[in-house]
């Protein structure tokens, strides 16, 4: 079955240094992958998605996410932290069967000044 | 104006009553889903629609039904709401033009009391 795992429920982060918010899934055939963002009172934002091609995968807001497929993980970068960053943070993958996305638990990140 | 757009945004009701909660997009995506957030536990898919003729449960559908009234419109009902249905819940569209990707609605906080 699909699945993916966000291993920390909370990042702690001080503003201007690299933040990394990790993800692992595990999928049959190839695996699309995304990232969301969630602020406060408010639904969910598309980040950046992997669907093909190269590994490194830019996204909104100065995000970018490195695809490993021998370590079936899909990091989510950003090289300088801002405090306005601090949200709950959501990995999802594709049901190849099914087109459903399945989503992780979510990391909050805190950036602190 | 939003491009998925919940009602109510906020609702409190009592254990046993009915209530339903609305969606409806401007996106013009052929297919829609109900999640529902609770802390801890990520997103999890309630139902699925991938035109009007199509409706799919997903991984938590007990105790809730859904209509899709039009292609833009897809209504989640709870016939006799308990307290372990308070949550957040997001109405989400996405189409294959749109690679997968999901967009969310600003969410239907509901509790029941």
């Known amino acids: 079955a699909q699945s993916v795992a966000q291993p920390e429920d909370q990042v702690n982060v001080a503003e201007g240094n690299p933040l990394t918010v990790k993800c692992t899934y595990s999928?049959?055939?190839?695996?699309?992958l995304f990232w969301y963002v969630q602020y406060p009172n408010r639904g969910l934002q598309f980040l950046l998605k992997?669907?093909?091609?190269?590994?490194l995968v830019k996204g909104s807001y100065g995000f970018e996410a490195e695809f490993n497929k021998s370590q079936t993980s899909f990091h989510l970068k950003k090289p300088s932290a801002l405090v306005s960053d601090s949200a709950l943070y959501f990995c999802?993958?594709?049901?190849?069967?099914?087109?459903?996305?399945?989503f992780g638990t979510g990391t909050r990140l805190q950036v602190f000044p | 104006d939003a491009d998925v757009t919940q009602t109510p945004r906020n609702r409190i009701t009592k254990t046993g009553k009915r209530i339903m909660l609305e969606c409806s997009q401007t996106?013009?995506?052929?297919?829609m889903y109900w999640y529902r957030q609770d802390p801890g536990l990520g997103l999890r898919l309630i139902y699925y629609?991938?035109?009007?003729?199509?409706?799919n449960k997903g991984e938590i559908s007990d105790g809730y039904s859904v209509s899709r009234q039009a292609q833009a419109k897809f209504s989640l009902s709870l016939e006799s709401a308990i307290p372990n249905q308070t949550a957040l819940y997001f109405c989400?569209?996405?189409?294959?033009?749109?690679?997968?990707?999901?967009?969310f609605g600003e969410g239907s906080w509901l509790t029941v009391v």
């Open positions: 989400a569209t996405s189409d294959w033009n749109s690679g997968n990707t999901i967009y």
């Open positions: 999928v049959s055939g190839n695996p699309y």
């Open positions: 992997y669907i093909t091609g190269d590994n």
């Open positions: 999802a993958v594709r049901d190849g069967n099914t087109d459903k996305l399945i």
């Open positions: 996106k013009g995506h052929d297919r």
């Open positions: 629609s991938f035109d009007v003729k199509d409706i």
